[in-house]
Nanobody, 123 residues
Framework: QVQLVESGGGSVQTGGSLRLSCALS??????MGWFRQVPGTEREGVAG???????DYAESVKGRFFISKDDAKNVLYLEMNDLSPLDTAMYYC???????????????????WGQGTQVTVSS
């Protein structure tokens, strides 16, 4: 069974940092992304990484969030800096086994999802 397992969420104060991790049970995924969702709202694409390493970010997180992956460990990361209460959400990692060089922030481009990890930023 394919699994994506997120970790690293928690509670921080404004201006703080967190690093989320997403462990992959298989090493076939090179096209991955991070999404977030606040209850009652649609899921939002935060960061994506294509199969060749190209990255893309939502405007709201550019310069603060950084996506990366460790192929040797089969782990996807999201480094989040200068956090604000607006970043409070459940964060999900997502993956697709196809080789796609252009990163995507669109839900429809992913078919494997983790269960999420909560990030709460207090003022």
């Amino acid at each position: 069974q394919v699994q994506l397992v997120e970790s690293g969420g928690g509670s921080v104060q404004t201006g703080g940092s967190l690093r989320l991790s997403c462990a992959l049970s298989l090493d076939i995924y090179s096209f991955m992304g991070w999404f977030r969702q606040v209850p009652g709202t649609e899921r939002e694409g935060v960061a994506g990484i294509g199969s060749t390493g190209r990255t893309d970010y939502a405007e709201s997180v550019k310069g603060r969030f950084f996506i990366s992956k460790d192929d040797a460990k089969n782990v996807l990361y999201l480094e989040m800096n200068d956090l604000s209460p607006l970043d409070t959400a459940m964060y999900y990692c997502a993956a697709n086994a196809l080789f796609i060089s252009t990163p995507s922030l669109s839900e429809s481009d992913y078919y494997v999802w983790g269960q999420g990890t909560q990030v709460t930023v207090s003022s």
